[in-house]
């Protein structure tokens, strides 16, 4: 099976930007998950999609919203961007419940300018 | 909310060495415990994980943990370490009822040398 997998990979926007980044999970995979990786913070949990719908949601500011669509794949959005946005952006699939193991991929750098 | 702490953020041990890394959280309820690891320019990839029963877990590569309930801990260890163990070790508990994603620790940066 191929892996989860995010585009683009780097990204540079400047402050006010808004950026769309897309993940395509695992094939049968429906659970599809966001985090935020930075240097200060490290690993921080962004939202959860199901089956279309967002089922958790992290401690993160309206600016960033997701969606997920009826073939899993997943965007996340970012509006009005900030220089402490920059960040590696991962996306991760599992298959039904949340004790699953999560797959994650590559990864997007988004750096903010 | 749950919250979870990694002891030691850089350790750097010679090849042969035995490893263990440090992980307490504080979520009281059920909780199932995962230990990922990012070798570098990889992809962040389960090491072992622990739902329930025994609670010493076997994951790749030689690594096990030992789930301990009373101390709120989930160490990770290793008897000898290999070169190709460089790489950044997360620890992430997740409640078992599961109203968030996972919450990852800081981490912590491996870097066996030869």
């Known amino acids: 099976k191929a892996g989860v997998t995010q585009t683009p990979r780097y990204l540079i926007k400047t402050r006010g930007q808004q950026v769309t980044l897309s993940c395509s999970p695992i094939s049968g995979h429906r659970s599809v998950s966001w985090y935020q990786q930075t240097p200060g913070q490290g690993l921080q949990f962004l939202f959860e999609y199901f089956s279309e719908t967002q089922r958790n949601k992290g401690n993160f500011p309206g600016r960033f919203s997701g969606r997920q669509f009826s073939n899993s794949r997943s965007e996340m959005n970012v509006s009005t961007l900030e220089l402490g946005d920059s960040a590696l952006y991962l996306c991760?699939?599992?298959?039904?419940?949340?004790?699953?193991?999560?797959?994650f991929g590559p990864g997007t750098r988004l750096l903010v300018l | 909310a749950q919250s979870v702490s990694q002891h030691n953020h850089h350790v750097i041990l010679s090849e042969a060495a035995s490893l263990e890394l440090g992980c307490n959280y504080s979520y009281g309820g059920t909780v199932n415990l995962f230990w990922y690891v990012q070798y570098p320019g990889q992809h962040l990839q389960l090491l072992l994980k622990y739902f329930s029963g025994d609670p010493l877990v076997k994951g790749i590569k030689g690594f096990e943990a030992e789930f301990i309930k009373s101390k709120f801990s989930f160490n990770l260890r290793k008897p000898s370490v290999q070169w190709s163990d460089t790489a950044e070790y997360f620890c992430a508990p997740h409640s078992g009822g599961g109203a968030d994603g996972l919450t990852f620790g800081k981490g912590t940066h491996l870097i066996i040398q030869p």
């Open positions: 991760a699939s599992s298959t039904r419940t949340r004790l699953e193991t999560q797959y």
